[in-house]
């Protein structure tokens, strides 16, 4: 028996519709009369629309079906198609490729947008522009925190400005050096055990031991030894 295996049959055209389908419009192109071969046609696109029911009631759906019936048949097929009968150009043109900016970023943890909005100031003075920049110093500065995990000097924020506008930009160095962290919190310092807690207490280690071996429990399973010693009488753990 001759085997017959998926890697040696002809590529699919649209893998989705299955090698059934194929074989099924295969046979159209066999048909020589065009009203037999339309009217079988429009079965196999019943069949077609079978395999997604869902789809059915979509826009265009019945258009979608039969450009995927040429496309099936290599644009080979010719019947009386109730929609215009699409050509091999039409369905491979290829979209117009897009012009990413080359423009290299100074500054990849700030972002593109604060150099172009410090850019934008160059040149301009007044108290709008002092209260941008120093809102700019704010985000760098949380930007800088979220990429290296610690609050940069105010130092180097002026410095980064400088660089990013050239040192044409009018800022207020003093108001930016006083610029303080938002997001530091401060957490009150952990009382080790032992230590003494500000309302006086002292932590205690194994408090629930000390408890327990109060009530004569002991952990390896005895009970009463703590009441045996207490009446005066040796506890004798073979019993």
Known sequence: ??????????????????????EMVDSLLKIEDRRERTRQAKAVIAVMGNLNPLLRDTADF????WDHLFIMSDFQ???????PRPTRQELTVSPHPMHYSQRRILFK??????????RSLVGKSGPAVSGTVDCLARYMRAKS???????????????DIKLMSGG????????????????????AAHVQKGQQRPNGRTMQKGRSNARTRQNGFQPNGHQGHANHAKNGRPYNSAK
């Open 1 to 22: 028996m001759k085997k017959n295996y998926n890697s040696t049959r002809r590529k699919l055209f649209l893998p989705e519709y299955g090698r059934h389908i194929h």
């Open 62 to 65: 019945t258009h979608k079906l």
């Open 77 to 83: 097929l010719d019947v009386d198609s109730p929609y």
């Open 109 to 118: 943890h700030y972002g593109k947008y604060v150099e172009e909005m410090i």
């Open 145 to 159: 925190f979220e990429y290296n995990q610690e609050h940069p000097n105010n130092e180097v924020i002026i410095k």
């Open 168 to 187: 044409n930009i009018s800022m207020d160095e003093t108001a930016i050096n006083n610029l303080r962290s938002d997001y530091k919190q401060h957490f």
